[in-house]
């Protein structure tokens, strides 16, 4: 599975952007996928997360109730909606894939798939 984010960019606070993440593969239904950003000199962090059928989802406290994952696997795409952005939210944005689960904190690098990222920058 290739994965592929698009969607970033530089808004303003309280603004709102939405980021996509296209998979190749006629298995890309298969697979839970996530989202995870990384702020310069800061680890990645885990953002969110949505099961292969959509049915569950997960957030980081971070940004619960600001944002929203989604996927449509007709389209093999998985969305995150953020609104109300704050600075803090500024960072690389990263789509992952896990046959499993999305795995986080110091097993986030077991995913099977990772995108190349897309930058957000959240100005002030």
């Known amino acids: 599975v290739q994965l592929v984010e698009s969607g970033g960019g530089l808004v303003q606070a309280g603004g709102s952007l939405r980021l996509s993440c296209g998979g190749s593969?006629?298995?890309?239904?298969?697979?839970?996928m996530g989202w995870f950003r990384q702020a310069p000199g800061k680890e990645r962090e885990f953002v969110a997360a949505?099961?292969?059928?959509?049915?569950?989802?997960y957030y980081a406290d971070s940004v619960k109730g600001r944002f929203t994952i989604s996927r449509d696997n007709a389209k093999n795409t998985v969305s995150l909606q953020m609104n109300s952005l704050k600075p803090e939210d500024t960072g690389v944005y990263y789509c992952?894939?896990?046959?499993?689960?999305?795995?986080?904190?110091?097993?986030?690098?077991?995913?099977?798939?990772w995108g190349q990222g897309t930058q957000v920058t959240v100005s002030s």
């Open positions: 593969g006629r298995t890309f239904s298969s697979y839970a």
């Open positions: 949505i099961s292969w059928s959509g049915g569950r989802t």
């Open positions: 992952a894939a896990s046959s499993t689960r999305i795995r986080v904190g110091a097993d986030q690098y077991e995913n099977d798939y």
